[in-house]
Nanobody, 127 residues
Framework: QVQLEESGGGLVQVGGSLSLSCAAS????????MAWFRQAPGKDREFVAA????????YYGDSVKGRFTISRDNGKNILYLQMSDMKTADTAVYYC????????????????????WGQGTQVIVSQ
């Protein structure tokens, strides 16, 4: 089992940058596929990005491709999401999630693949 805790959310202006972190504790962090999802008010939870065990493979949702970067530090048990050129549409609660199976492109955006979730951190992008 793994416990996840996000941090780094806050208020940022359009065009600005923000970095999120997800600290993991419990079973070996390096054995999990990790991902970020987000949920805006009144909308379904949306896939943002996923990263393989070693960090060598990464997938992104179309709405964030080229602007967001997912990374991980297996020595520190931390997952990161660097967000840049932010838009008002990026306003949401951001969640990190862990999947004990290997990363596969077709399955990365599927919520039920992920066994563990953090509580989320709020990001607000203002004009």
């Amino acid at each position: 089992q793994v416990q996840l805790e996000e941090s780094g959310g806050g208020l940022v202006q359009v065009g600005g940058s923000l970095s999120l972190s997800c600290a993991a504790s419990g079973r070996a962090f390096s054995t999990y596929t990790m991902a970020w999802f987000r949920q805006a008010p009144g909308k379904d939870r949306e896939f943002v990005a996923a990263i393989s065990w070693t960090g060598g493979t990464r997938y992104y949702g179309d709405s964030v491709k080229g602007r967001f970067t997912i990374s991980r530090d297996n020595g520190k048990n931390i997952l990161y999401l660097q967000m840049s050129d932010m838009k008002t549409a990026d306003t949401a609660v951001y969640y990190c999630a862990a999947d004990p199976t290997a990363l596969e492109r077709e399955f990365a955006p599927i919520l039920r693949r992920y066994d563990y979730w953090g509580q989320g951190t709020q990001v607000i992008v203002s004009q």
